[in-house]
């Protein structure tokens, strides 16, 4: 039974709604965001989209990150302000047309990865990120979802994974990757003190890069499991601003996770996943959420502290540079890790950034990978990223995001460019292993 729509009619009846959702979620914090807006248009040049159409010759204002929040910042002022009231009193009031709230999919959905870099280029501190998500939210409810997306976030909601993954076929997949990979992964093996929640993406594209975390935490010596139960870390409900989708995907990691009697868990190579684990999870559960997040590269990172795991060799000898995940990096804290990690392991590693919360989104975050409407400004945004591999003179580019690395990977082979992506997870297992 599908959570989230895709309406191809767009009438009064989903004006009204996407008006009043966004009149509701209008908050103190919401308000000071829609106020501080002095129309500088310094975000302009800090989206990837904009830049991406930008350097192609063509300037879209509507790219702007400020912008992306003008309607929701008009509900406002006619709700909330004194001359906006005397307007809607007097019959000058806003007036929205189903084609407003076409327009609104294209600027919420295809055109914003919520990647955050406008909000550390603005001098207001406007969090835009938090204004778009309302806006998606309200699409949501008012049934307007892009279908690609509706279908991925229903699919996880039925099946367990946005790709379709359900318990069965995790099991299948894990054991495969055991054998094939010649690797041990623990099953639902009580009691855990670590538990290891994959993405379906690593899980169904690039399992080298599940095996490589299975060896990591093997060497490491702790004690881990994954869970049949809390066998999926994405949750396409951030993606979608569905609170109700959001809160199922959690609900089973909680009760996956407290069966095993697990204390820490270990996000995967996933950047929205760890944005849901690590932050939103313990609002949303605020008494059962009483475990301890980490990304994977953060534990990695927190063994060879502890001497727990040894880098043995430089495994990278070509010029490699690093592709930050917006969500584990800029908006989750972990820069520093993965850089102490690519000294260890790569003979040649240039960064393309001065400053780490500078980088540039890989273009396909926030859902916009699955989006097929979406694939213009992914594209155009691919050409932004390329600026700072070129800068570097590296073609290849290591992440610690799944998603990032099929969306560059997509975005690279559509363009025709020869750029090799390398998950840091499988230079590490590769690093640690037999001098």
């Known amino acids: 039974m599908a959570v989230v729509f895709s309406k191809e009619r767009v009438g009064h009846e989903e004006v ?28 302009a040049e800090a989206c990837l989209f904009y830049m991406g159409e930008n350097v192609s010759g063509r300037i879209d204002p509507t790219l702007t990150p400020a912008y992306k929040a003008d309607l929701l910042r008009e509900i406002y002022k006619e709700n ?31 055109t914003c990865t919520n990647c955050d870099r406008c909000t550390k280029a603005c001098p207001m501190g406007i969090d835009t990120p938090k204004l778009v998500s309302i806006v998606r939210g309200a699409l949501t409810y008012a049934g307007l979802t892009p279908k690609d997306l509706a279908d991925a976030t229903n699919m996880s909601v039925e099946k367990g994974s946005p790709l379709g993954v359900d318990t069965q076929t995790f099991l299948q997949r894990i054991e495969f990757i055991s054998e094939e990979y010649e690797v041990e992964i623990p099953v639902d093996k ?18 080298a890069s599940v095996a490589s975390a299975a060896k990591v935490l093997n060497r490491a010596e702790v004690n881990w499991t994954v869970s049949s139960l809390a066998h999926e870390a994405t949750n396409f409900g951030v993606f979608a601003q569905s609170k109700e989708v959001t809160k199922e995907m959690l609900r089973r990691i909680v009760e996956g996770a407290r ?23 313990p609002n949303v559960f605020p008494e059962e959420w009483t475990f301890e997040v980490l990304n994977i590269v953060e534990f990695i990172d927190k063994m060879i502290k ?19 995940s917006c969500q584990i990096g800029r908006r989750g804290g972990v820069l520093r890790e993965p850089r102490r990690i690519m000294n260890m392991v790569s003979e040649d590693f240039r960064d393309s ?63 025709k460019r ?18």
Request: charged content about 25%; some cysteine.
């Open 190 to 207: 009580k009691p855990s003190e670590y538990l290891y929640i994959l993405s379906s993406i690593e899980l169904m594209k690039f399992p």
């Open 80 to 110: 909330y302000t004194l001359l906006g009231r005397l307007k809607k009193l007097f019959g000058f009031g806003l007036k929205i047309e189903p084609e407003d709230l076409k327009e609104q999919v294209r600027l919420a959905f295809y």
């Open 306 to 324: 502890e001497g727990k795991l040894k880098i043995n060799k430089k495994v990278l000898k070509e010029r490699a540079t690093l592709h930050d």
């Open 16 to 43: 009204e709604k996407f008006y009043q959702f966004c009149k509701n979620s209008i908050n103190t914090e919401v308000a000071s965001y829609l106020e501080a807006c002095v129309r500088c248009g310094i975000c």
């Open 259 to 281: 069966e095993l009697g697990i204390r820490y868990i270990i996000a995967p190579e996933c950047g929205h996943a760890y944005q849901s684990v690590r932050f939103i999870a």
């Open 353 to 415: 950034v001065l400053i780490p919360e500078h980088n540039i989104c890989c273009g396909g975050g926030g859902g916009v990978l699955v989006i097929g409407d979406a694939d213009y400004y992914r594209q155009k945004a691919f050409i932004s990223k390329m600026t700072l591999f070129d800068k570097a003179k590296a073609k290849t580019v290591v992440c610690y995001c799944a998603n990032c690395m099929l969306a560059l990977t997509k975005s690279s082979q559509e363009l």
């Open 418 to 435: 020869d750029y090799r992506f390398v998950s840091i997870v499988e230079l590490v297992a590769e690093a640690t292993g037999e001098e």
